[in-house]
């Protein structure tokens, strides 16, 4: 049976890093609203500054943008399932999505919730380098300076400064948390705890075992 995923977690969980393992493995389409963002930021200002700061995009331009995304890639999403990173954030964006998915007949089977604190999450976020072309994250101590998929130079993501990190982990307990609570009522959808504070291979053999 095919099916559908959600990846919930505070910055630096390791939501990016085991969604592009899992569906390069899996063969599930990734939908990661992050990057996305990242992409239309470059030309686009006000975004630009929204992402730069840590705050979130405004809802009504997130489930736009995820509205198109299911339509043009609907008969992928039935054929592969997909993996949600980094959406939904909040719980209007959980509410919309449900409406978007009954009415193009897809269900969420699994959500998971990657658990970290924020003193690790700081640790984490200071010390990542990523590849700003296909997402690829490393860890700066590694001392790798290309990405190992497509060879691009890394960089350090603009919003990974502490200031910044505090305020999207302080976005992430109050708008993305409750939305723990939304999904745990729902009974046809298990929710499972991730210890995101593990090392990636453990991280991910949590995860897999229940796919
Ligand atoms: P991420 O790569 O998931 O850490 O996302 C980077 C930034 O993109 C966030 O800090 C937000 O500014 C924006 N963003 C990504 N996904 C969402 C979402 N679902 N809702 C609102 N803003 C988002």
């Known amino acids: 049976m095919i099916k559908n995923y959600i990846l919930i977690g ?19 389409l990734h939908l990661s609203t992050g990057s996305i963002f990242r992409q239309l930021a470059q030309h686009d200002n ?28 609907i008969i992928t999403v039935k054929k592969t399932g997909i993996l949600l990173d980094g959406f939904p954030r909040t719980l209007t964006q959980a509410k919309n999505m449900s409406k978007i998915f009954v009415m193009e007949g897809i269900t969420i089977n699994v959500v998971y919730i990657m658990t970290l604190n924020y003193d690790e999450s700081i640790n984490r976020l200071l010390g990542r380098r990523v ?47 409750p939305l723990i609570e939304y999904y745990d009522n729902q009974s046809n959808i298990d929710v499972i705890y991730i210890n995101g504070s593990k090392d990636e291979n453990d991280v991910f053999n949590q995860i897999t075992k229940h796919l």
């Open 10 to 28: 505070p910055p630096g969980s390791g939501k990016g890093t085991q969604a592009k393992k899992l569906t390069e493995q899996f063969h599930l």
């Open 46 to 73: 006000n975004l630009k500054e929204l992402i730069t700061s840590g705050n979130l995009v405004p809802d009504t331009q997130v489930v736009d943008l995820i509205s198109k995304y299911i339509r043009n890639n």
């Open 131 to 177: 590849c700003t072309m296909c997402g690829a994250n490393y860890k700066q101590s590694n001392n790798i300076i290309k990405c190992t998929y497509c060879n691009n130079i890394l960089s350090k993501r603009s919003d990974d400064q502490v200031n910044i990190i505090k305020n999207r982990f302080q976005i992430y307990e109050k708008q993305t948390k």
